[in-house]
T-cell receptor
Framework: QKEVEQNSGPLSVPEGAIASLNCTYS??????FFWYRQYSGKSPELIMF????GDKEDGRFTAQLNKASQYVSLLIRDSQPSDSATYLC??????????FGKGTMLLVSP | EAGVAQSPRYKIIEKRQSVAFWCNPI?????LYWYQQILGQGPKLLIQ????????DSQLPKDRFSAERLKGVDSTLKIQPAKLEDSAVYLC???????????FGQGTRLTVV
């Protein structure tokens, strides 16, 4: 059974701070990694994806992948109240099965 | 480009009744997923199609849930008979190829009373 683990939170940060969201996965054969944002009552929307070890930056978001440690993270710089949502980590293992973690709730206070 | 379309948006049924959900993926997307999301939890994969073939249905409760994908495009998910614990949001997603990002529809919120 492929597992994707996330701290459920909530993670509370003040506006303007860096939010750090973490995710670990069990399947060493995992090949691609995704971060989705989900606002309450809405469906998940893709923020970033990463396939290779290292960092990938897109605006205020940075995804970090360490396959040896089976660890992927998402950093949000200059956090805004509009970033308050649940962040879902998803892992794709070879045969396209996309497995989600339970999500981390982020609260950004003004 | 049109997104993933799902219907209905909301459905309330009594336990032991049947219900069906419909999904139309993004045009050209070969992979289609059905997920169940219970309040406060992450999406749980029910079934994954590659064109009109099933890739993974290991978590689909086959005694009551069924799904099909006609001609590798639209898909329907059916529950018969429904139980109280089936109350959840049912999300359909599609992706263009293996290991690529999936895009979600708006979901169907099912309440079983």
């Amino acid at each position: 059974q492929k597992e994707v683990e996330q701290n459920s939170g909530p993670l509370s940060v003040p506006e303007g701070a860096i939010a750090s969201l973490n995710c670990t996965y069990s399947d060493r054969g995992s090949q691609s990694f995704f971060w989705y944002r989900q606002y309450s009552g809405k469906s998940p929307e893709l923020i970033m994806f990463i396939y290779s070890n290292g960092d990938k930056e897109d605006g205020r978001f940075t995804a970090q992948l360490n396959k040896a440690s089976q660890y992927v993270s998402l950093l949000i710089r200059d956090s805004q109240p509009s970033d308050s949502a649940t962040y879902l980590c998803a892992v794709n293992s070879g045969y396209s099965t996309l497995t989600f973690g339970k999500g981390t709730m982020l609260l950004v206070s003004p | 480009e049109a997104g993933v379309a799902q219907s209905p948006r909301y459905k309330i049924i009594e336990k032991r009744q049947s219900v069906a959900f419909w999904c139309n993926p993004i045009s050209g997307h070969a992979t289609l997923y059905w997920y169940q999301q219970i309040l406060g939890q992450g999406p749980k994969l029910l079934i994954q199609f590659q064109n009109n073939g099933v890739v993974d249905d290991s978590q689909l409760p086959k005694d009551r849930f069924s799904a099909e994908r006609l001609k590798g495009v639209d898909s329907t998910l059916k529950i018969q008979p429904a139980k109280l614990e089936d109350s959840a949001v049912y999300l359909c997603a599609s992706s263009s190829a293996e290991n690529t990002e999936a895009f979600f529809g708006q979901g169907t919120r099912l309440t079983v009373v």
